[in-house]
């Protein structure tokens, strides 16, 4: 079966814009997580959603936000772009509320860069 | 709170050679997951094992084994033989059971060199 499906792979904004990033889960998977990657903070947890409603937000500014629509399929959307912002963000779905013992699979993520 | 620390930045080692990726965690509860996943280049993060709290036994899988030790907690990760497409970042993750999310440690980058 297909697996996660993140678009656009790469994106070029500069500070100030917003951007939308969109991730199709695993079919029959309600669960879908979003985690940034950067090489000074590693891999950080920024929310999920199940059955359209976010579940676990982490420690990420109000810039930061998403949303699940009823096919499961997400977007998470970031306003107001930074320098910092630049990373590579991951999408992540599972078929059970999580995480607990579900195992994430992930897609191949949308690298951003913010000049 | 959750936490898992991966000492091993980066390990090169030659076609052939035995490694092993250490993986410390910490949790207050008594049921928790850890996982290993892979990140090749290409950055998509593939899983490679779970193993719940209350399982320590050793687990074997081809050229892959894992070693779970509660009494010290890790969870440390063996490639024996190691080829030149095992070269990635291999991430440690720990989710408690009620946890919100899955704690990643900062990955150790291996490269096998032919």
């Known amino acids: 079966k297909a697996g996660v499906t993140q678009t656009p792979r790469y994106l070029i904004k500069t500070r100030g814009q917003q951007v939308t990033l969109s991730c199709s889960p695993i079919?029959?998977?309600?669960?879908v997580s979003w985690y940034q990657q950067t090489p000074g903070q590693g891999l950080q947890f920024l929310f999920e959603?199940?059955?359209?409603?976010?579940?676990n937000k982490g420690n990420f500014p109000g810039r930061f936000s998403g949303r699940q629509f009823s096919n499961s399929r997400s977007e998470m959307n970031v306003s107001t772009l930074e320098l910092g912002d630049s990373a590579l963000y991951l999408c992540?779905?599972?078929?059970?509320?999580?995480?607990?013992?579900?195992?994430?699979?992930f897609g191949a993520g949308s690298r951003l860069t913010v000049l | 709170a959750q936490k898992v620390t991966q000492a091993q930045t980066e390990i090169s080692v030659v076609e052939k050679e035995d490694v092993t990726l250490d993986c410390v965690y910490e949790?207050?509860?008594?049921?928790?997951?850890l996982f290993w996943y892979k990140q090749p280049p290409s950055g998509e993060l593939v899983f490679l094992i779970r193993?719940?709290?209350?399982?320590?036994q050793n687990e074997i899988s081809g050229r892959y084994s894992w070693n779970f030790q509660k009494s010290t907690s890790s969870f440390n990760f063996t490639i024996t033989a190691s080829q030149v497409v095992d070269s990635a970042v291999y991430f440690c993750?720990?989710?408690?059971?009620?946890?919100?999310?899955?704690?990643f440690g900062a990955g150790t980058r291996l490269t096998v060199k032919p």
């Open positions: 992540a779905s599972s078929g059970g509320q999580g995480p607990g013992a579900n195992v994430l699979t």
């Open positions: 079919s029959g998977h309600r669960s």
């Open positions: 959603y199940f059955s359209e409603t976010q579940r």
């Open positions: 949790t207050r509860d008594t049921t928790y997951y």
């Open positions: 193993r719940n709290s209350f399982d320590e």
């Open positions: 993750a720990l989710s408690e059971a009620q946890g919100d999310d899955m704690r």
